[in-house]
């Protein structure tokens, strides 16, 4: 691949492998900071001693690269709050402990089904100068008004860092908080807090006051929430208020990335401005108060719309891309990618482990990339067809390129997505420009009626049609499984495949085969390796009894009527089967006595019913059972005990207290998650 060739290309690479490694590895910082000052000297002797050499030596490459790798890793270091002294999780030394807490709300996150939730800087905790993000979550109330972005708010509770998933490969919240430099989260009730009369001014504050000022004028003028909550994610980036139903929509249909605020509207956006600064002079002068002007126009969309990874990941490389124009020099766009993907990694390295910003740039490199191969397959002739022609080709690209990163983060695939682009794209351009208008008047106060309907009609007629793509529920594909490894030998089969179309010959042909054989031979390892897996896991649920038994990739479900009747749409067994490449293939009745891999499982449930004469390895309670446990252990000796999720947790703690007197572990699906046998 020419791009490769390209020096930067290569340090790019390897400082994002810096990045992964240190990611996972979590290296003391003394000892990155020692290998950053060893490969600097390192570099410095290699570049002194290059400079005699006509041509490049290899070990100057080397020292570059080695280098970038790990100043990718000191980066990571540096931003990860966990190794700053003065981060508030240092302090927390007792779970449960009240701290008294001081913070300024930044962000304001999607609404939980009982709390506002908001992402928060930590000032001070216990009078103590502290630092980092935490998750507030406030009780929902009509008695008190929503709380502004810039609030000081001081309260006392109890701080919460992250559990693991309760149950098997189920998504970890706690995971995806700390990639985004959250390491905690705090629960209050509105009465509890202390608002401070002083706001926090900063740049955060005036975005949101505008957004909402934005949103209020809009409503005043009987804009309707569902269109009205759509534009907002359209032109501001804000999906908080989005309903379910309107985004599973989206995601049925293809057009979720409609919703992101991404390159798609970022170049709409730049055209709109290039629009209004016509009438500028095409002089030196000129250029320079228009890319001044459209860098301003650029950022401060970005700042308006949150700065989500997306969109710094847009403006940037828009920001190339304008230079380029404006200066009158021609840009590589690959070049382009790869400098505002470095910049962005730079200055937020968290951003590489942010879905969106993986999919996007993906999306964008399979585009330049591939569009141009797939377009050289018919010119048409004529304009109309061939600007049609062009979205599927782009639709087609896009969706090669994110294609394994979609199925492995979503296990899921909407076949109609070039029907829903061809549709849907054409006018997008036409709702983007009519949205900006509209909410820039909007921003001074004045809604014009005429422009503000039209816009409202053209997002409700949007919503219409991608309800009605989505309604073709055979066209999407569900609950498709893909480990990481098969994820990794897919883009490498996708890769080595397009370099060979694109100039074949026979040692690309080679590579290509090579590729499909890997993905093959991955494929058949992971149902090698799952068909010799045997467990059984006693599933985390509310009220609710879960008991499964695998083996190899055929699972036996044990549950109530009520588990069995709906195991197609719980979301946990789901999950798990997914993971597992495996499938239900038995439902039955949880019995009072059932073997597994030769341990021998004794349940009691609130019936309390079970036999007398019997020595269980484990002991499994479940629906509350009154029961003198003293007694019983004594009785029937079980190895372990077990209460899943559908006991009061009353009994749970008295039963852990009896166990630990005894000396017998005791495992609370509640409090540790679900239960595994092997």
């Known amino acids: 691949m020419k791009v490769l060739q390209f ?18 590895a979590k290296p003391s910082p003394n000892l990155v900071f020692t290998a950053l000052f060893l490969s600097f000297l390192l570099f410095c002797i290699a570049f002194f001693v290059a400079q005699r050499n006509f041509i490049q030596k290899f ?29 508030y999780i240092h302090f927390c030394k ?71 998933p309760k149950n098997p490969n189920q998504f970890d919240y706690g995971n995806y908080l700390a990639n985004k430099s959250i390491l905690a989260q705090i629960y209050v009730e509105p009465f509890d807090i202390k608002v401070s009369s002083y706001l926090e001014k900063d740049i955060w504050f005036y975005a949101s006051t505008l957004r909402n000022r934005i949103i209020n004028n809009l409503k005043k003028h009987h804009f309707r929430n569902q269109e009205l909550y759509v534009i907002n994610a359209l032109i501001l980036g804000q999906q908080q208020e989005i309903s379910k139903e309107v985004l599973q929509d989206y995601q049925y249909a293809g057009a979720v990335h409609v919703l992101s605020v991404s390159g798609l509207h970022v170049g709409f956006i730049l055209l709109f401005i290039n629009f209004l600064l016509t009438r500028l002079p095409k002089t030196k ?35 190339f891309v304008a230079a380029g124009m404006f200066l009158k020099r021609e840009t590589n766009i690959f070049h382009t990618l790869l400098v505002s993907m470095l910049l962005i990694l730079f200055v937020s390295p968290s951003f590489l482990f942010d879905v969106g910003f993986q999919l996007s740039y993906v999306s964008l490199f399979f585009i330049v ?6 377009s050289s397959i018919w010119i048409p002739k004529y304009k109309f067809t061939q600007y049609f022609w062009d979205i599927i080709t782009v639709s087609f690209a896009a969706q090669i390129g994110a294609f394994p990163l979609s199925i492995y983060y979503f296990h899921q695939f909407p076949g109609l997505f070039f029907v829903t682009n061809l549709v849907i794209l054409p006018g997008l351009g036409i709702i983007m420009a009519l949205g900006v208008f509209v909410m820039l008047l909007a921003a001074f106060n004045y809604v014009p009626e005429l422009p503000a309907k039209a816009l409202e009609w053209s997002v409700y007629l949007l919503n219409t049609i991608i309800n009605w793509i989505a309604s073709f529920e055979a066209f999407i594909i569900h609950d498709i499984a893909l480990s990481r490894w098969m994820m990794i030998a897919l883009y490498l089969m996708i890769i080595s495949a397009i370099i060979w179309l694109k100039q074949p010959n026979f040692k690309r042909l080679t590579v290509a085969l090579i590729a499909i054989i890997l993905f093959q031979t991955t494929c058949i390892s992971t149902h090698f390796f799952n068909q010799r897996q045997e467990e059984s896991i006693v599933f985390q649920s509310k ?27 719980n979301q946990t067994l789901k999950t798990y089967l997914v993971a597992n490449f495996s499938k239900i293939i038995k439902k039955m009745p949880l019995k009072n006595v059932h073997y597994f891999n030769g341990n021998k ?33 004594v009785a029937i000796k079980p190895k372990i005990i077990v209460a899943d999720g559908s006991n009061y947790k009353s009994y749970i703690e008295l039963w852990k207290a009896t166990c630990l007197k005894q000396k017998i572990p005791f495992h609370a699906t509640a409090e540790k998650g679900f239960y595994r046998m092997e």
């Open 7 to 24: 020096p930067l290309a290569r340090i790019s690479l390897f400082f994002i492998l810096g990045i992964v490694i240190a990611f996972y």
């Open 59 to 87: 070990y100057f490459g080397l020292s570059v690269y080695l280098l970038s790798f790990i100043a990718g890793s000191t980066n990571q270091i540096v931003h990860t709050n966990y190794f700053q002294k003065n981060n």
């Open 94 to 164: 007792t779970p449960f402990q009240v701290h008294t807490l001081e913070v300024t709300l930044r962000e304001k996150l999607k609404s939980s089904s009982f709390n506002d939730r908001y992402v928060a800087l930590v000032k001070r905790m216990d009078d103590k100068e502290c630092s980092g993000k935490i998750l507030v979550n406030i009780e929902k109330s009509n008695l008190k008004s929503e709380l502004e972005i810039g609030s000081n708010l001081r309260v006392e509770c109890a701080i919460y860092q992250s559990n693991p």
């Open 285 to 319: 002068t000129g250029n320079v108060i228009r890319f001044v002007m459209v860098l301003i126009s650029l950022w401060s969309f970005a700042i308006l719309a949150g700065l989500s990874p997306s969109i710094v990941r847009s403006v940037t490389m828009f920001t």
């Open 369 to 374: 990339w591939v569009q141009p191969l797939f």
């Open 543 to 569: 009220k609710n009894t879960i008991v499964t038994e695998r083996i190899g990739e055929k699972v036996t479900l044990f549950g109530n009527d009520s588990i069995l009747k709906n195991a197609a749409s």
């Open 601 to 633: 499982v004794l349940v009691i449930d609130s019936l309390s019913v079970f036999p007398k004469d019997i020595s269980p390895d484990v002991l499994l309670i479940t629906q509350s059972p009154k029961l003198n446990l003293d007694r019983l252990l």
